[in-house]
């Protein structure tokens, strides 16, 4: 799943800091480490869905 950050920065525990790191990379290492409660996992995160990401044809364009 894919997540867009930019419209949550201000309210990110982290800070502007932590996102700029990771931003255009994969940061589900990261996400998984930090703590995040039932309710940012379930309530908040689902607003900023903006797509999921097919391995299969992720690996099938990277291979072209």
Do not use: C
């Amino acid at each position: 799943t894919m997540f867009t950050t930019s419209q949550n920065i201000p309210v990110t525990p982290g800070g502007p800091i932590v996102l700029a790191q990771k931003a255009g990379r994969n940061a589900t290492l990261s996400f998984d480490q930090a703590v995040h409660s039932k309710n940012a996992i379930e309530t908040v995160m689902p607003r900023y869905k903006i797509g999921v990401i097919n391995k299969d044809s992720l690996m099938a364009d990277w291979q072209k």
